[in-house]
């Protein structure tokens, strides 16, 4: 279940548990029922093994490949009479 933070004006920062949100951005804090704002934090990246988070990174840009790097792949014939219609 993800946690959401929300900030009461009197009682100050709170976390709830939802199983889904719906976009709800605001909720009744649990010690003066009064209405709080949701609070966005950035996610928790310290916490991610080394290896993801290397993956991660290197997701945000793109590789540039020139041709000979590309792998080798050999085009496959359709098997089917009609290729528009295998699988039904």
């Known amino acids: 279940m993800p946690n959401y933070s929300f900030a009461c004006d009197t009682c100050g920062e709170f976390t709830l548990w939802f199983t889904r949100m719906n976009g709800a951005q605001t909720a009744h804090c649990p010690e003066c029922e009064g209405e709080a704002k949701r609070i966005y934090h950035a996610p928790m990246v310290q916490r991610m093994d080394a290896k993801v988070k290397k993956r991660v990174e290197r ?30």
């Open 59 to 88: 997701g945000m840009e793109p590789r540039v490949v020139t041709r000979d790097q590309m792998p080798s792949a050999k085009q496959k014939r359709p098997t089917a009479a009609r290729p528009w219609q295998a699988g039904h």
